[in-house]
């Protein structure tokens, strides 16, 4: 048989749509088979934090990280290199470090602000892990799976942030009271905020969020449809830390 | 076959030792000791899935849940029957089997495994202490 020009391009072409519909195709017809029903969740969540630095100079308490390492059962070690913190509070230089212009105004350089895991949108934690014991969830979570952590620290090398501790040793001893209801770790992994996430999915707020009496910290879904109180966001400077990295992150600071 | 006797000799050296424990279990005259049975907490009548799968492949399931809640975010584990449960090890596994030390241990025990769940995992602090 001898094809043609216009028989041969035709033949092609049909390959080549046979071929790009099996790839489409596909996946659709493999997930045919029943899954695991699900609950819930329907809309995308997208978790995001807002600190106020102003309250929070005002209130000048420690409410927050007390809760939240109390409900986490994060330990209280004595050694400050081998400390372990999941939120704390730090020097506004340290902070926002790029955010030198609301200094010259409001003399914010005094100001101690919260420190936590940014949960970035593009983490640089997760890449560089190993066992993919940190990942990033749909909702914007940068979770840790302590079961897969293999205590290499290349996330903590990778975070620019601080944000992750490590356990040099059993942090059991050091916790004053064990919350039952939350998991320790053990010597030898990483740990870190996890926004918590076993608080969110019971419905309840972050126990910072929670604890906060002046009110300065505020946690919402950003893709939620309810409007957010824009009447006191608008007016206001809100930014993040270090954006020249590019990681974008979802703890936003109220600043003025 | 000249290093026949030598071979045997040789063999020997390796099975008696090896087989050491046998001999002394036998010649103190003890039988092998029977596996822990098996209780179903009081008041309950059923686990959340078979009894013979559960003993067999209660590990997979625990990994499984772990996988599920940590890394998907799905806590609700619907059983063979329908019936749907909360994925947690100390809330729904240790809720019914409330005696660690009976329950887990005894098994854990008696096969010498050394599962590394509790390193991590708190027991539940038992009522009224």
Same mark, same amino acid.
């Given at each position: 048989?001898?094809?043609?020009?216009?028989?041969?391009?035709?033949?092609? &072409?049909?390959?080549? #749509?046979?071929? +790009?519909?099996?790839?489409?195709?596909?996946?659709?017809?493999?997930?045919?088979?029943?899954?695991?029903?699900? @609950?819930?969740?329907?809309?995308?969540?997208?978790?995001?934090?807002?600190?106020?630095?102003?309250?929070?100079?005002?209130?000048?308490?420690?409410?927050?990280?007390?809760?939240?390492?109390?409900?986490?059962?994060?330990?209280? &070690?004595?050694?400050?290199?081998?400390?372990?913190?999941?939120?704390?509070?730090?020097?506004?230089?340290?902070?926002?470090? *790029?955010?030198?212009?609301?200094?010259?105004? *409001?003399?914010?350089?005094?100001?101690?602000?919260?420190?936590?895991?940014?949960?970035?949108?593009?983490?640089?934690?997760?890449?560089?892990?190993?066992?993919?014991?940190?990942?990033?969830?749909?909702?914007?979570?940068?979770? !840790?799976? %302590?079961?897969?952590?293999?205590?290499?620290?290349?996330?903590?090398?990778?975070?620019?942030?601080?944000?992750?501790?490590?356990?040099?040793?059993?942090?059991?001893?050091?916790?004053?009271?064990?919350?039952? $209801?939350?998991? @320790?770790?053990?010597?030898?992994?990483?740990?870190?905020?996890?926004?918590?996430?076993?608080?969110?999915?019971?419905?309840? !707020?972050?126990?910072?969020?929670?604890?906060?009496?002046?009110? $300065?910290?505020?946690?919402?879904?950003?893709?939620?449809?309810?409007?957010?109180?824009?009447?006191?966001?608008?007016? =206001? %400077?809100?930014?993040?830390?270090?954006?020249?990295?590019?990681?974008?992150?979802?703890?936003? /600071?109220?600043?003025? | !076959?000249?290093?026949?006797?030598? #071979?045997?000799?040789?063999?020997?050296?390796?099975?008696?030792?090896?087989? &050491?424990?046998?001999?002394?279990?036998?010649?103190?005259?003890?039988?092998?000791?029977?596996?822990?049975?098996?209780?179903?907490?009081?008041?309950?009548?059923?686990?959340?899935?078979?009894?013979?799968?559960?003993?067999?492949?209660?590990?997979? +399931?625990?990994?499984?849940?772990?996988?599920?809640?940590?890394?998907? $975010? =799905?806590?609700?584990?619907?059983?063979?029957?329908?019936?749907? %449960?909360? !994925?947690? &090890?100390?809330? @729904?596994?240790?809720?019914?089997?409330?005696?660690?030390?009976?329950?887990?241990?005894?098994?854990?025990? /008696?096969?010498?495994?050394?599962?590394?769940?509790?390193?991590?995992?708190?027991?539940?602090?038992?009522?009224?202490?």
């Amino acid at each position: 048989m001898k094809l043609g020009r216009r028989e041969f391009l035709r033949a092609m &072409l049909g390959a080549a #749509g046979a071929c +790009l519909g099996g790839r489409i195709l596909g996946p659709a017809l493999a997930s045919g088979v029943p899954s695991v029903p699900v @609950t819930g969740q329907a809309r995308k969540r997208r978790w995001v934090m807002l600190v106020d630095t102003a309250a929070c100079d005002k209130g000048g308490c420690s409410d927050c990280i007390e809760a939240c390492h109390r409900v986490h059962n994060v330990p209280a &070690l004595p050694d400050e290199k081998e400390r372990i913190a999941w939120i704390r509070s730090l020097p506004y230089g340290q902070v926002l470090p *790029d955010e030198r212009a609301p200094l010259v105004r *409001d003399n914010l350089g005094r100001r101690s602000v919260l420190a936590l895991c940014n949960h970035c949108e593009n983490p640089p934690c997760v890449p560089v892990c190993p066992t993919k014991a940190t990942f990033r969830r749909d909702d914007g979570i940068v979770m !840790m799976d %302590y079961h897969r952590c293999i205590g290499c620290r290349y996330c903590m090398a990778a975070c620019p942030f601080g944000a992750r501790s490590f356990n040099w040793r059993d942090p059991r001893p050091f916790i004053k009271e064990i919350n039952p $209801g939350f998991p @320790t770790r053990t010597q030898g992994v990483v740990e870190k905020c996890n926004f918590c996430e076993e608080r969110i999915a019971k419905g309840q !707020m972050p126990a910072c969020v929670e604890a906060c009496t002046e009110k $300065g910290l505020s946690f919402f879904d950003l893709n939620d449809p309810a409007p957010l109180n824009r009447n006191t966001l608008e007016s =206001r %400077y809100f930014v993040v830390r270090r954006p020249a990295l590019g990681t974008g992150p979802s703890v936003f /600071y109220l600043v003025r | !076959m000249y290093t026949k006797g030598l #071979g045997i000799a040789v063999l020997a050296l390796f099975l008696v030792p090896a087989t &050491l424990p046998l001999w002394y279990d036998a010649a103190a005259g003890r039988a092998r000791t029977a596996p822990p049975k098996l209780e179903l907490p009081a008041g309950k009548k059923a686990c959340i899935e078979a009894t013979d799968y559960m003993s067999r492949y209660h590990r997979e +399931l625990l990994a499984r849940w772990q996988e599920s809640v940590v890394r998907e $975010g =799905r806590r609700t584990y619907v059983a063979a029957d329908g019936k749907a %449960y909360t !994925m947690s &090890l100390t809330k @729904t596994c240790l809720g019914c089997h409330t005696d660690k030390a009976h329950f887990c241990d005894r098994c854990h025990d /008696y096969l010498k495994v050394e599962p590394a769940c509790w390193r991590c995992h708190v027991v539940p602090p038992k009522e009224g202490t």
